[in-house]
Nanobody, 121 residues
Framework: QVQLVESGGGLVQPGGSLRLSCEASGFTFSIAVMSWFRQAPGKERELVVLDTDFGDSPYYADSAKGRFTASRDNAKTTVYLQMNDLTVDDTAVYYC??????????????WGQGTQVIVHS
């Protein structure tokens, strides 16, 4: 069964840093496009970064560019999100998503359970 498990969230002061992890299982990780989303209280879910290991660089939302860095380790079937210079606006539940190619059909999407990030002084 496909499973995505996020970890690394917590409480941090403004200006601090956190490193989120998402361990994947149940599919061929190396061919999956991985993404990070977040959802703040009362807000819609939004894209943070789109990551892949096929030679192209990750795509970052404007709010994340310059502060967040995404990476992946195919051997560990894990993706990471390094978040620096955090502000209160970064407070949200962060979700990992896997997009799997399907020959002759639309891509499949799977979501993790989310990990809470609270930025508070």
């Amino acid at each position: 069964q496909v499973q995505l498990v996020e970890s690394g969230g917590g409480l941090v002061q403004p200006g601090g840093s956190l490193r989120l992890s998402c361990e994947a299982s149940g599919f061929t990780f190396s061919i999956a496009v991985m993404s990070w989303f977040r959802q703040a209280p009362g807000k819609e879910r939004e894209l943070v970064v789109l990551d892949t290991d096929f030679g192209d660089s990750p795509y970052y939302a404007d709010s994340a560019k310059g502060r967040f860095t995404a990476s992946r380790d195919n051997a560990k079937t894990t993706v990471y999100l390094q978040m620096n210079d955090l502000t209160v606006d970064d407070t949200a539940v962060y979700y990992c998503k896997a997009t799997l190619p399907v020959i002759g059909g639309r891509p499949l999407e799977y979501w993790g359970q989310g990990t809470q990030v609270i930025v508070h002084s």
